[in-house]
């Protein structure tokens, strides 16, 4: 254990210097070693500019691809929430004001997605998280083919949204699915799993459960590694249990790394759409019958493609990015609180 | 000095990279180009080859047909290239957007009937008119209608349409103790889908075990809708869902089935409904021309023989498409010629003999032959005479821009509700009624 732990960690904090340092110490080098030979002549006068320049030019790409695939498209979007577009008329936009977000802000779909958004984010994310921090615990033990098992967790992340919502769904069909035929020698009654109101998020929730968890185990798992030995030599001596080094050790080393991962998570639930779409099936866009299981993504989906009311749907678009922007504040706040109590 | 050469150097070698790469692109479009021109038409001529693209959803029986292959014969100086995207509500935005940027459109783009309307309303000046290029005549009045705006332009050229019979397994029946000749079955519900509704009741009585009447509400009611001349729309484009008396009487023949347990409560198009046909759980389903061949490959070799058509109630149609050519295309008059081609009588009937869509050129149905396994697989029942007597007799229907999205609610939404999340026949009324106040921006 101790000596995989220390490889491990080891490449990473190297890993870590590598990109800061190195470069800018090869370019001062070569500015020292060789001074331009006449400061007035025109190759020197280049020379200095390129040294200026080129940083400019090699980050460009980024911004320019930023420019162009993320921030138009962004300021586009609120051009449009504030219009009453249709798909079908894109030339006839009429000047709406905030119609839009008005009709949003009173319309029962909105909020019935906005709840959907936040029961599935809640019963998807904390399982998926637990159950995460238990497996990177069990694989940090010494096991052997300890890789095997390591890889295999990555496996559901590896597969398409698409072929493990297909399974699930056959799995969850509630005339000859899997999961009512088990359900069926405990003797429980076929549950309808897409038209139940708690049963469909559930279903829902346990696709992004078995597709994340994996990965989020792993994370864990690296930042587990990097906590030095002598921590749990020491907690072992004056006494301490597996159970009692995992909740005094472990989980407060964690700490920043447990965050990482509840705010990607939450991003990630706020923009859940894949799983619910292609789970409802041929008009999976309205989430169920009623709306049982229609996300925030779905219901934008719904608006702008399934309906054609781009205006609308831009409305939504941006009511979600202010969202994540007020959970975006809620983390850091959290965070810094964490970081005085520390 | 040192550094000078070096950059210098670099800087051939950057140019080495660049030409060769824009070499090796350059290779790689004459090859691929070479490659389909040999394919096309066996390496001859080769010189000034036009590639028409064709733009569809789901299965269209072009391929399958061979006919893409024929005309390529006949016209050695054209390849045909297909775009299939699969779904309906995929294909249409992505169709409405490249249509209004006036780029990306394909020489030829398939039109369903749920969106003619929208097109033929909003889009008719980035289609050519094809009125003009073509004897309308050929075909049936209502179809050509469909796709012709209030000025006479008509920006579609029909290709199959949807008319409706009931198919359903013999066993079944038998075993249920019906009548099973299908000239007697349909003469005990002809005239009102309620009476088929009725006799779904009594099979009910003595069903064998583990099966349904029939697949889901929903399909009845698509159905019965299909034969009524009042749907969503009146004659000037108004929305009039919740006074027509189409939908209305549509509505409650699926509402008897959704709160009758006559219904096996399947989802049509989805994976469980294709599990439904291969294991036999409903005894019927409504099938327009084009299902047949759905039906075929769901059910498979143990169906084969077990099913049978009988003429549905009312005369109806459910579903169709039309082909259009955008005015951005950059081959429209190759375009043209090759859409004319496509929906011609002879090639609607070869699409026929192969996939079971049906013609919507009258002059095609005196020559319909289905292929030889699709009679022997529904009893050698007479599909083509049972379709041709619904096609004749099909009402004219009044489409409206928001069609699709209005019949998503109501079976989606409404029936769904009912039939799966036990609601009575009122709450899922309503409930349909609020998603398409949404959907209209009311």
């Known amino acids: 254990m101790t000596s995989s732990k220390q490889a491990l960690a080891h490449p990473a904090t190297s890993a870590d210097a590598a990109p800061g340092s190195q470069p800018g110490a090869a370019r001062g080098a070569r500015g020292r070693g060789t001074p331009p030979p006449d400061p007035g002549s025109w190759r020197s006068r280049l020379y200095r500019w390129d040294m200026k320049a080129s940083p400019y030019a090699f980050i460009a790409p980024f911004f320019v691809i930023f420019g162009a695939f993320g921030l138009v498209p962004l300021l586009y979007t609120a051009w449009y929430s504030l219009h009453n577009v249709q798909l079908s008329g894109l030339d006839h936009q009429t000047w709406a004001g905030l119609d839009n977000y008005k009709n949003l802000l009173s319309s029962e779909f909105f909020w019935n997605a906005l709840e959907n958004t936040f029961t599935i984010g809640v019963i998807s994310t904390v399982p998926q998280l637990v159950m995460a921090l238990g497996i990177a615990h069990l694989l940090n033990y010494r096991l052997r083919g300890s890789t095997v098992w390591r890889v295999v967790m990555l496996t559901p992340y590896a597969t398409s949204v698409a072929a493990a919502t297909l399974v699930f769904t056959l799995l969850y069909s509630w005339d000859g699915g899997m999961i009512n035929w088990l359900l069926h020698f405990v003797g429980v009654h076929p549950i309808n799993w897409r038209e139940s109101d708690w049963g469909s998020q559930f279903a829902v929730s346990s696709i992004v459960i078995w597709r994340w968890t994996g990965y989020n185990a792993l994370i864990y798992l690296a930042a587990m590694q990097a906590i030095p030995t002598d921590l749990y030599e020491s907690a072992a001596l004056d006494g301490a249990g597996r159970w009692q080094q995992f909740r005094h050790v472990t989980v407060p080393m964690l700490r920043p790394t447990i965050l990482f991962t509840v705010v990607v998570s939450t991003i990630g639930a706020t923009q859940l759409f894949g799983e619910p779409l292609l789970f409802g099936g041929v008009s999976g866009s309205k989430g169920g019958s009623a709306h049982q299981y229609q996300t925030l993504g779905l219901y934008m989906y719904d608006q702008g493609w399934g309906i054609g009311n781009l205006g609308k749907a831009s409305a939504i678009a941006w009511t979600m990015f202010l969202i994540l922007l007020i959970v975006a504040a809620i983390n850091l706040l959290v965070t810094r609180r964490l970081r005085k109590s520390q | ?442």
């Open chain 2, 1 to 442: 000095m040192r550094t000078s050469t070096r950059r210098s150097r670099r800087l051939g070698a950057l140019a080495a990279v660049a030409a060769l790469t824009t070499g090796l692109l350059a290779g790689c479009a004459n090859d691929s180009n070479d490659g389909s021109s040999a394919s096309g038409d066996g390496g001859g001529g080769g010189k000034g080859k036009t590639t028409l693209t064709i733009g569809t959803f789901g299965v269209f029986g072009y391929k399958q047909a061979g006919l893409y292959d024929e005309y390529m014969k006949l016209h050695p100086d054209i390849s045909i290239k297909e775009n299939v995207t699969t779904r309906t509500d995929v294909y249409w935005p992505k169709t409405l957007t490249r249509l209004q940027a006036g780029s990306g459109t394909d020489d030829i783009q398939a039109i369903e009937v749920g969106n003619i309307t929208e097109a033929v309303q909003t889009q008719a000046d980035k289609f050519v008119d094809l009125g003009k290029e073509v004897d309308k005549s050929q075909w049936l009045d209502w179809k050509t209608a469909q796709a012709t705006t209030k000025d006479g332009k008509t920006i579609g050229l029909g290709t199959d349409i949807g008319p409706m019979a009931i198919c359903y397994r013999k066993d079944l029946f038998e075993k249920a103790g019906l009548e099973t000749d299908r000239t007697k079955l349909a003469a005990q519900w002809k005239g009102d889908w309620a009476k088929y509704v009725d006799l779904g009741k009594q099979y009910m009585k003595k069903a064998p075990s583990g099966t349904k009447f029939v697949d889901s509400a929903s399909s009845v009611y698509n159905a019965a809708l299909g034969g009524e001349s009042e749907r969503y729309y009146d004659k000037d484009g108004n929305v009039i869902w919740d006074k027509s008396t189409g939908v209305k009487k549509s509505w409650n023949a699926a509402m008897t089935v959704a709160t009758s347990n006559m219904s096996a409560k399947l989802k049509q198009f989805d994976p469980t409904w294709d599990q439904g046909f291969a294991k036999g759980s409903f005894a019927t389903v409504a099938c327009p021309a084009w299902m047949m061949g759905y039906i075929q490959e769901k059910s498979g070799d143990a169906g084969k023989g077990k099913w049978d058509v009988a003429a549905a109630p009312t005369a109806a149609n459910w579903g169709g498409s039309f082909i259009g050519v955008p005015t951005a295309g950059k081959h429209q008059k190759e375009a043209i010629a090759l859409a004319k081609w496509l929906t011609a009588p002879e090639q609607q009937a070869k699409v026929f003999a192969k996939q079971a869509s049906f013609p919507s050129t009258p002059a095609a149905y005196d020559s319909l032959k289905p292929a030889a396994a699709t009679t022997s697989y529904f009893s050698d029942a007479p599909i083509t005479q049972i379709f041709a007597d619904s096609a004749k007799t099909i009402p004219v229907q009044n489409f409206g821009t928001k069609d699709q999205p209005i019949g998503t609610a109501i079976t989606d939404v409404g029936i769904l509700q009912v039939e799966q999340k036990g609601k009575s026949p009122d709450q899922g009324w309503n409930a349909a009624k609020a998603e398409i106040k949404d959907v209209l921006g009311q």
